[in-house]
């Protein structure tokens, strides 16, 4: 696998490119310096210069290499740019993901915790269902018009939520299906709940009349108590009246038990 292979960014393959060039000219200089060395040193000037046109050569094979290298250079610098900015982008990336599961943490916190509440809700040992009251059976023959009149609050409540929702909107057959058993599902709570506060309407309407009857008979209680302490002051005080009677009478009593 060669550096091309591995290498996929567009900056860098221009830098590999051009440094690839520069490569070859400097090759090319090479060779061409090698083909055409320079001959060895004398006393005289005029024999260690080469011909002019192996000097010319190699003076644009040189020029083209400085143009090459500054190509590289160019390139390079440019890569280096990308991928600072390529940094800078990665930072914001990393802070956006960051933040995010730092976001989706807190919902999966919150739904445990709201998950905890609703057990802990649907677990807790309500005072109405402690109540004495009236079976569901009893109820429903004593009351079949509270009981349908509870039915029809489910059904209503049922086509009302289906307006909210949008239910005429037509989808597959199986979310149909699927909707259907929801609506029942719905519509069993709606009628249960509406009927477990009829249930304790009527109960509490019973508890009302009870305690009503029940404060009529403790002012009677009470009225009989305060007869009953009157007459026994009326017998008290006709005890009192009676011993008094018997002593004014014991002088007479006396009188007649002398023997003349």
Not at 4 to 32: E, G, S, Y
Not at 66 to 91: D, E
Not at 108 to 116: K, N, V
């Amino acid at each position: 696998m060669t550096a091309a292979d591995i290498i996929t960014d567009p900056d860098l393959r221009a830098v590999l490119d051009a440094a690839t060039l520069a490569q070859q000219q400097c090759d090319a200089l090479l060779a061409l310096l090698a083909e055409h060395p320079l001959p060895p040193s004398s006393s005289r000037p005029a024999e260690n210069q080469m011909p002019p046109e192996v000097a010319e050569q190699i003076s644009s094979a040189q020029k083209a290499l400085h143009a090459h290298l500054a190509a590289v250079r160019n390139q390079n610098r440019k890569a280096l740019l990308s991928v600072r900015a390529t940094k800078h982008a990665t930072a914001d990336a990393r802070h956006e993901v960051d933040t995010l599961h730092l976001a989706l943490q807190n919902l999966y916190y919150e739904q445990r915790h709201l998950e905890s509440e609703i057990k802990a809700c649907q677990g807790y040992d309500h005072p109405y269902q402690k109540l004495p009251l009236m079976p569901e059976d009893e109820f429903a023959a004593t009351f079949p018009d509270v009981v349908d009149g509870c039915r029809e609050a489910a059904q209503k409540a049922v086509l009302e939520r289906g307006d909210k929702a949008g239910g005429g909107e037509s989808g597959g057959e199986d979310v149909g299906m699927e909707g259907g058993d929801e609506d029942t599902a719905y519509e069993e709570e709606v009628f249960e709940d509406a009927l477990m506060k009829a249930r304790i309407e009527h109960e509490h309407k019973e508890r009302l009349a009870l305690e009503e009857k029940r404060q009529g008979l403790l002012k009677k209680k009470q009225g009989l108590i305060a007869e009953n302490n009157k007459r026994k002051e009326d017998l008290a005080k006709l005890d009192e009246s009676l011993e008094k009677f018997i002593e004014a009478a014991k002088p007479i009593e006396q009188t007649f038990q002398k023997e003349y």
